[in-house]
């Protein structure tokens, strides 16, 4: 919420941008700390049957006010259309979507690119989850996509045999990808350790990590300690609440994890590393209600 005075200068502010032709920033900086969302947060929303989440996410993104995106794929992809458990009809769809990702025109995502800013959005991540069934063209479509996007970088939940695939293509587009973490500790060929992000690490100089904060406490590790300790390997963080020992997600501030201390530490250190808020809990309200509500968490533990 804006006070009369800060809506006056944010209105005055757009007014001149378009006069300058030049396009508005939200700017969901606070106290030094970049402010922004993972998209997945929204990813109940309703979208238009053919069409893909931009216009929906961007009104979103507005509405909370923040002006930093982590881009989820799935929601730009075209949606599959078979029913459950129907195998064939899913291999189906999975030849299309795989049609698609390597024959789509750059410029239509750069076109996406274009309507976030236009509303004063950047996407700083795009989230392409490589998978064990992406064939080579998929993987290195993925850092194209994300460059027409205007990433900076891929953020991928994916696995230690998989990123091994990655790596060549990661080193050929000099771009960084940050794999993510979940909390199933069991199989050492998911991200969930410390010791896990050290793997995928010393494959290539261009790996890095995307720490999910309420997995990694649900894994039963402190994310304020391994923050202290790698920030300078993180790119960026998904902030979300979850108990111990594989706890479920909770509205912010009734789990273990600590979200305020972590915040803290981005907010004195001043570290180049972007706080995404991930809804994921089940709340009562809409997901942009949801969101806010987070928002209003993150600037009151950054206060």
């Given at each position: 919420?804006?006070?009369?005075?800060?809506?006056?200068?944010?209105?005055?502010?757009?007014?001149?941008?378009?006069?300058l032709g030049t396009p508005p920033v939200i700017d969901s900086t606070v106290n030094g700390v970049r402010l922004g969302a993972q998209s997945y947060s929204f990813r109940a929303l309703p979208r238009t049957p053919g069409a893909d989440a931009t216009d929906?996410?961007?009104?979103?993104?507005?509405?909370?006010?923040?002006?930093?995106?982590?881009?989820?794929?799935?929601?730009?992809?075209?949606?599959?259309?078979?029913?459950?458990?129907?195998?064939?009809?899913?291999?189906?769809?999975?030849?299309?979507?795989?049609?698609?990702?390597?024959?789509?025109?750059?410029?239509?995502?750069?076109?996406?690119?274009?309507?976030?800013?236009?509303?004063?959005?950047?996407?700083?991540?795009?989230?392409?989850?490589?998978?064990?069934?992406?064939?080579?063209?998929?993987?290195?479509?993925?850092?194209?996509?994300?460059?027409?996007?205007?990433?900076?970088?891929?953020t991928a939940s994916t696995t230690l045999d998989v990123a091994r695939r990655v790596a060549p293509f990661a080193e050929?587009?000099?771009?960084?990808?940050?794999?993510?973490?979940?909390?199933?500790?069991?199989?050492?060929?998911e991200f969930a350790t410390p010791e896990s992000f050290d793997a995928a690490m010393r494959l290539s100089k261009y790996f890095k990590v995307n720490l999910d904060i309420g997995h990694f406490t649900a894994a039963n590790y402190d994310p304020v300690v391994y923050l202290r300790t790698h920030h300078d390997s993180i790119t960026n963080l998904h902030i979300k609440d979850r108990k111990k020992a594989q706890g479920d997600n909770v509205p912010w501030g009734t789990g273990d994890t600590p979200i305020r201390e972590v915040l803290q530490l981005l907010k004195r250190e001043r570290w180049p590393i972007r706080a995404h808020v991930e809804y994921e809990y089940r709340g009562a309200g809409s997901p942009i209600d949801e969101v806010k509500q987070c928002v209003a968490y993150a600037k009151q533990a950054l206060a």
């Open positions: 919420m804006y006070t009369r005075r800060e809506f006056g200068a944010v209105a005055l502010g757009g007014l001149a941008a378009q006069r929906s996410l961007v009104k979103a993104f507005v509405e909370v006010g923040l002006g930093d995106c982590e881009l989820w794929s799935p929601q730009i992809e075209p949606q599959g259309t078979a029913p459950r458990g129907n195998a064939a009809a899913a291999a189906q769809d999975r030849e299309a979507l795989r049609a698609w990702r390597v024959s789509t025109p750059l410029d239509h995502f750069r076109a996406i690119s274009k309507t976030f800013a236009s509303a004063g959005i950047t996407i700083s991540a795009f989230n392409y989850s490589f998978a064990a069934n992406f064939s080579d063209q998929e993987i290195d479509r993925g850092f194209e996509m994300a460059k027409a996007l205007g990433a900076g970088i891929i050929k587009h000099r771009m960084v990808v940050a794999v993510h973490n979940h909390s199933n500790t069991t199989d050492p060929n």
